[in-house]
């Protein structure tokens, strides 16, 4: 989809880890603390601008109430980074909790939505010939239509990012002030 990379200046954090003799552990928690919560803010985002995704044809619009929980958001476990996305969750805990409610996973929808598709036909109907190799079709496949490109993940990414970016290091100082307010 879309690769937008946030950068931060991370002096200003390293030094206050110095300066509060933080442990290693408290303060990659204090880091993934932050992480989430400035990507929590691009994932509400996308999950806003997929409830108004629109149909081209008919002008209404997606019913998105269970495709809302397939906009992901990762905190990687080294704490070097978050990741928000619309790709497929193909997990076996995901299955077993959809099946559990009497749903199927249609996570790998979202990306249709977000980039769309082209205009799409079947192969036809109409076969002629026998055995594997020699069956061949004729006539005209059927018409299946075409889902547009609506992007409402690049726009959440696009209109979030700088919000994003000023929100990681307020929550990272405010995850360590967390941190010290424990060890007391």
């Known amino acids: 989809m879309n690769n937008g990379y946030v950068e931060v200046d991370s002096r200003k954090i390293n030094f206050l880890f110095d300066s509060l003799k933080m442990s290693n552990k408290e303060a990659k928690a204090a880091v993934k603390g ?3 919560k400035s990507a929590r803010i691009i994932q509400k985002q996308a999950r806003m601008n997929l409830k108004g995704v629109r149909n081209e044809a008919t002008g209404k619009t997606l019913n998105s109430k269970n495709l809302l929980q397939f906009v992901n958001l990762a905190v990687y476990k080294n704490a070097s980074g978050a990741r928000v996305d619309v790709m497929d969750d193909k997990r076996k805990s995901t299955n ?3 099946e559990r409610k009497g749903m199927a996973n249609k996570s790998f929808i979202l990306k249709f939505f977000a980039a769309g598709t082209e205009i799409r036909f079947t192969k036809s109907h109409k076969k002629s010939g026998f055995g594997r190799k020699h069956i061949k079709r004729s006539g005209r496949g059927g018409f299946r239509g075409k889902i547009g490109n ?3 993940f ?3 990414v696009d209109a979030k990012k700088k919000e994003a970016e000023e929100m990681l290091e307020d929550s990272i100082v405010e995850f360590i002030n967390k941190v010290v307010k424990r060890r007391r």
């Open 150 to 152: 609506s992007q409402f």
């Open 34 to 36: 932050g992480l989430r």
């Open 154 to 156: 690049k726009k959440a």
């Open 96 to 98: 077993a909790r959809l």
